[in-house]
């Protein structure tokens, strides 16, 4: 673990500024924030986002940064159903210009070495690969982290076959020479990860989001696979 990067940034808080939302899909929305100055982070780490407008129970939770510094704005893509949490309820009651409060972003999830990469999302646990896609593809031009000319396939799976992003990811994995599947159907989802192991094996390096039940899931069935824990990076919606 890098200190310095994955868990120091917890001591930084600022307040951002909300600048608008939309509807992704029914049920799912995306908060854009604006700060200044703006946080560095990297793609694909996490912020912890306390609500200060309104004064409510457990006002804090954390969310996978879906953009990225070069945006100049922070995003959050979060679901908001029929029955909301006091969190959620705040969080869409925000108005153009009030603040809620970001610590971080934090966490070592994000591409560190130029190997063959499989990201395997499963429903909300997109947010992060957009980040990292977002900064794959100014790889091309400028800035970003790792350059990655090793093969790239995204795994997204969704029973209900409710895609996030789904136009923007056809552009960002084009630009980007990602290999893309959008999956409803689990057997499919792991015949799809079987051939990416029988391919590149323990030197290829795996992204895991989803659900901690479904997270827990993969990463046991890539370690059943012979991959190595060091090998496998995962980010565990906890809260879904
Ligand atoms: C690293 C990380 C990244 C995440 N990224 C996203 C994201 O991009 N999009 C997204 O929608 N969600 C994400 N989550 C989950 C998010 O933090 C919320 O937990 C989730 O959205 C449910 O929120 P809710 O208000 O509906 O919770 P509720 O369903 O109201 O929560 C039920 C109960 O669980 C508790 N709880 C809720 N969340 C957490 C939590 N995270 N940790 C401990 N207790 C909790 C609440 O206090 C409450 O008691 C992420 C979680 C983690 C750990």
Known sequence: ??????????FKKQHIEFVDKRTEVEGIKTFSFKSDPMPEWEPGQHGIFTITHKKIKKATRPFSV?????EGLVKITTNIDYDPSDYKEALDGLTQG?????????GGFYIKENKPTLMLAMGLGITPYRALLKSLELK?????TVALQAPIELLYYNRTGTFLY?????????????????LTDFAKFQSEIKAFVNHHEDDGRYFV??????TKELVAFLRGLGINKKHILKDSFIGH
């Open 1 to 10: 673990m890098n200190l310095k990067k994955d868990l120091f940034p917890i």
């Open 66 to 70: 879906a953009s990225i510094h070069q």
């Open 98 to 106: 009030m603040t809620i409060r970001m610590r971080g972003p934090i």
């Open 140 to 144: 091309n031009g400028d800035g970003g």
């Open 166 to 182: 789904e136009d923007e990811l056809n552009t960002l994995c084009e630009k980007t020479q990602t290999t893309k599947e959008l």
């Open 209 to 214: 989001v989803g659900s901690p039940k479904m």
